[in-house]
């Protein structure tokens, strides 16, 4: 792993020591970020998988249902019914947030009538057969489970988005960053301690220099008063 140029200095360990600390601590938060995402998603899909299924069941049904009103109506009768004016239907979306990821929520609100099951139909009954009043009914069933599936769906790909940033993330303290910090902490550990050695060798010396001095200062005084008796 490269280490990082900086000077090899008292100051630059504390700081890059301090730095490695809150490396490990985010890298330990952001872990357990992704673990509980993870989590989160996988319950996420299963809701998802569960919700299409019931939906393409309704949909089908009442395709089905479509073709045997068609069937016996004649296609021009049942698009002309179909256009006709309905209940009105409303859509407020809004937004959560699931471990800092914003998400959309779609509430869909109905009119009093179909609130209470009653499904206004927009033709009278002596236009059409009671086929086509299974079909639309299986829609007004299927809308609301459509409208969350969506939300879900799109919910599933906002997490897993978010995941594989999170997993980058972690990738790079786990792996570049934190390595890069241990390896530099080290480098400079081992040349402060070299540098060390080093000062505490030339103070031996320097030491040993003095005493040595001192001693033959010391004989030399001796020897002179000797020679002075």
């Known amino acids: 792993m490269a280490v990082m140029r900086v000077n090899p200095n008292r100051m630059e360990l504390l700081r890059l020591k301090e730095q490695l600390r809150v490396a490990r601590r ?7 970020k992704r673990d ?3 989590r989160q998603f996988l319950t996420l899909v299963l809701d998802v998988d569960e919700r299409r299924r019931k939906v393409e069941h309704l949909v089908e049904r009442s395709h089905s249902e479509q073709l045997l009103a068609r069937a ?15 209940h009105s ?14 998400t959309p929520v779609v509430s869909v609100s109905l009119d009093d009538d179909a609130r209470e099951g009653k499904m206004p139909l927009p033709y009278g009954l002596a236009t059409v057969s009671g086929e086509l009043d299974e079909a639309i009914d299986t829609l007004h069933e299927a809308l609301p489970e459509l409208l969350e599936l969506a939300t879900l769906e ?16 972690v990738n790079s303290l786990e792996y570049v960053m934190i390595p890069s910090l241990e390896e530099t902490i080290r480098s400079i ?12 060798t030339r103070l031996m010396k320097v030491k040993d220099l003095i005493v040595e001095q ?16």
């Open 36 to 38: 509980e995402l993870m």
């Open 214 to 229: 001192a001693i033959e200062k010391r004989r030399r005084q001796m020897e002179e008063r000797l020679l002075s008796l």
């Open 154 to 169: 799109h919910k599933s790909h906002l997490m897993a988005a978010e995941i594989e940033r999170t997993r980058r993330r």
């Open 189 to 200: 550990t081992m040349k402060m301690d070299e540098n060390e050695r080093g000062n505490l």
């Open 89 to 102: 239907l409303y859509a407020t979306v809004g937004r959560e947030n699931t471990m800092s990821v914003r």
């Open 72 to 86: 016996t109506n004649g296609d021009h009768s049942v698009d002309e019914a179909l256009m006709n004016q309905t």
């Open 26 to 32: 985010g890298h330990k938060l952001l872990k357990d």
